[in-house]
């Protein structure tokens, strides 16, 4: 890694904007009323064009200027959930796997999988085995089935987050072929 | 600099404290949330200590506003979810062969105290502190410049997006593009409409950070703020006798799981 490289200034920026993507496609979501969050896109997108730690530190950082901004107060408790989205998106964007859109949706289901597993113990115990949102009727499902909160959680998380990465990686995919090659060359941090 | 924000300027003390001092006082409210044994104490905590800090900064019904906002999804959830199934004797309310117990309730209830003091600070730093000011503290403590840039740029820039995402999405509604059509239609369109976004905003980043060399901002060494902060050595002490009392909460909490 080629730390000069990574955090270079044009990469500070694309940081920046990658944020404010991840909060304008997210509240877009939420107005489509979809059942998804969409809300790490740019996280992703980082992670693929600059490296893992550009990823992970964009993810990190996401999660503080979401707090930070009010608009989602609750949002640093899963800054480290976010930070590992952005370093996986690296990892497999160097791994080759964000060049084929299966591979990249494969990739998206497997780095889903691990958020909702890292997410569970939060909802668990930190929010009291609740998110606040409209995925708690899906946790509620599971608790009637009598199952404990932490499981709860997990299986919503694995309901919701496979799909929603898959949908992340196979948008970053699509920009990635959009994308003029003169731009990845620039942003990359290696 | 305008960034979008919670923050509501005014000329209170609180107001004018010094970052790490509200920061510290976030941080007390914190451990408070997590120490504290029970919602008698946790509520006790919320109306003797959180309510006056907000009425000294003038700002008591914006910021009672801003913890219902964000606290009674919370409210809802745990008293159904913990209310339901949480382990519980006492029957409150009977659908089916489920039952909301007393206990239960009180549970989630609770949860939702330790919260909404959590939570509750957050909103009543960010309503009382500038970001830039907040950051400027942490970079003098120590913390990456390109770090406090990502963000407070981040909070400058994201409201264009979202108005940006807006207008692209008015647009395709005037195309003709139904909101109310099922979901997997909804997701193809999706993309359309993201990534001129995305893309845009990709070319966007090389002028400004362009912008941002020609004013030697990758210079290495000490930069000059144009903000100043104020700090004193009351406030010093404050802080520390903040943390001090974190320190003596995280003992209790953890000294009472020993005790039976």
Known sequence: MNFRKEFSTVNLVLMAVAIAINIAVGTLVLNLKLPLYLDSVGTVLVGVLVGPWAGAITGFLANVVWTLSGLFPQAIAWAGVAAIIGALAGVFARAGWVQQWWKAALAGLITGVVAAILSAPIAAYVFGGVTGGGTDAVVAAFRSFGFDALFSNLAQGTVSDPLDKAATFLIVWAIMLGLPQRFKARFSGE | ?260
């Open chain 2, 1 to 260: 600099m305008t960034t979008s924000t919670l923050f509501q300027p005014r000329a209170s003390r609180l107001h004018a404290a010094h970052p790490l001092t509200k920061l510290a006082l976030t941080g007390l409210f914190l451990t408070l949330g997590v120490a504290l044994p029970d919602i008698r104490w946790l509520l006790a905590a919320f109306a003797l200590l959180m309510l006056p800090l907000a009425a000294l900064a003038g700002l008591l019904l914006p910021f009672l506003r801003a913890a219902f906002t964000v606290l009674w999804p919370f409210v809802l959830s745990l008293s159904l979810i913990q209310g339901f199934f949480s382990p519980g004797d006492t029957p409150l309310i009977e659908i089916g062969r489920f039952a909301m117990t007393t206990e239960g309730l009180l549970s989630g209830l609770t949860v939702a105290a330790r919260l909404l003091l959590a939570l509750g600070s957050t909103l009543l730093l960010m309503l009382t502190t500038r970001p830039d000011n907040l950051m400027l503290a942490l970079r003098q403590k120590g913390l990456p410049e390109s770090l406090t840039y990502i963000v407070l740029t981040a909070l400058q820039i994201f409201p264009r997006f979202q108005d940006r995402a807006r207008v692209i999405l008015e647009s395709q509604q005037a195309r003709g593009l139904e909101i109310e059509v099922n979901f997997l239609r909804r997701i193809r369109l999706l993309v359309p409409m993201v990534a001129p976004l995305i893309l845009g905003s990709i070319v966007d980043v090389e002028e400004r950070a362009m912008a941002l060399e020609a004013r030697a901002f990758n210079h290495p060494g000490a930069k000059t703020s144009w903000l100043e902060l104020e700090d004193d050595a009351r406030q010093r002490l404050l802080r520390a006798a903040l943390l001090l009392a974190m320190l003596a909460l995280i003992v209790w909490r953890v000294g009472r799981l020993f005790v039976p």
